[in-house]
């Protein structure tokens, strides 16, 4: 499914416009990035939990040249899952 599809149910589901569809989504996604960004756990009951990783910088080889590079330590997002949607995927 991709954003437009996405929207769609929403609006749908929701009982609005594409367009309030649409920016519902873009809150939503905007929120949960931003506090990401400033490095807060996020927890949706029934959905799961969003958080922000560090990983270490390591060595790496250039697939091309076959040289050694260094790769930076970075920021990853992490997300586990809730139980209930663990449950609903599996059955």
Known sequence: MNKKELVSLIAKNGSMSSAQADLALEAVTGS?????????????????????????GRKGRNPRTGEEIEIPASRVVRFKPAKGLKEAING
């Open 32 to 56: 949960i990035a931003g506090s990401l960004a400033l490095g807060k756990e996020l927890r949706i009951q029934g959905l799961g939990t969003f958080s922000v990783a560090n990983k270490k």
